[in-house]
């Protein structure tokens, strides 16, 4: 059981790797894209209606920007006590009148989550611990 554990843990670490490989080459590439478009823009300040921007991935029609990242967090504040991603995912669509069904709600849960680990980063939001295993408890960081 241990040497599957062991190589189990040995391909998540390569695959953090190669996500981190993945993201630096996307921020490379990106930073490649915006100087050739300088220096087409220098070249000929006309051709700027021609050059399509570079767009982010679209978002979900679920909630308009930063809409979900205010009621993640004022989710949070209102248990007053640390809670998981599903309990924070399912309040916000039982406060928005909706049906906590499987879809939707896996999908709140993984941008809750997102916004949480965006927020630990900027300090506003801690890990507070595993109780059930796999479950993060998230609080809010005073």
């Known amino acids: 059981m241990s040497a599957v554990l062991d190589e189990i843990l040995e391909k998540r670490s390569a695959l953090v790797a190669r996500k981190r490989e993945l993201k630096s080459e996307l921020t490379r590439l990106a930073a490649d894209i915006s100087a050739i478009d300088r220096v087409v823009l220098m070249l000929d300040p006309g051709h700027e209606a021609r050059v399509p921007p570079v767009r982010c991935q679209k978002q979900s029609g679920l909630y308009p920007r930063g809409e979900l990242t205010i009621a993640a967090s004022e989710t949070l504040r209102k248990f007053g006590r640390p809670a ?34 965006q927020k630990v980063e900027a300090g506003q939001v801690r890990r507070a611990g595993n109780p059930e295993g796999r479950q993060l408890l998230w609080e809010i960081a005073e």
């Open 84 to 117: 998981t991603s599903t309990e924070c995912g399912a309040a916000i669509l039982e406060a928005r009148g909706q049906t906590a069904e499987p879809d939707m709600l896996a999908q709140v849960v993984n941008r809750v989550s997102a916004v949480f680990s």
